[in-house]
């Protein structure tokens, strides 16, 4: 049985098949490839337990956390120069 989404499917075939620049077809498969990642990252993705408290996550996972001076010194020691806008930017592309 042939579905409406298969039809889609066809359909957007034939039309990437009459583009004519090579620009066209690398903006289609770089969507496909987001597609597809974001897809791979979502599905990694795992709920956690129904009743699960923090307190049991800490002992579970061996959570010992960083004490607020050495992290301080950590970032300090990377330097970062750029600003806080291009950084953020980054998480983006």
């Known amino acids: 049985m042939v ?3 298969d039809n889609r499917k066809q359909q957007l075939i034939q039309d990437i098949l009459k583009l004519e ?3 066209d077809v690398s903006k289609i498969e ?3 490839k987001e597609i597809q990642s974001s897809d ?3 599905s990694k993705i795992k709920p956690t337990r129904k009743g699960v408290t923090l307190e049991q996550l800490i002992e579970e996972q061996n959570y010992t956390p960083i004490k607020r001076e050495e992290f301080f010194a950590k970032t300090k020691a990377l330097d970062i120069q750029e ?3 291009d950084l953020l930017a980054q998480l983006t592309r």
Do not use: M
Request: proline share 7%; net charge negative; no cysteine.
């Open 21 to 23: 620049k090579e620009e």
């Open 40 to 42: 791979d990252f979502i």
């Open 83 to 85: 600003p806080l806008e």
């Open 30 to 32: 770089a969507q496909v």
């Open 3 to 5: 579905t409406a989404l």
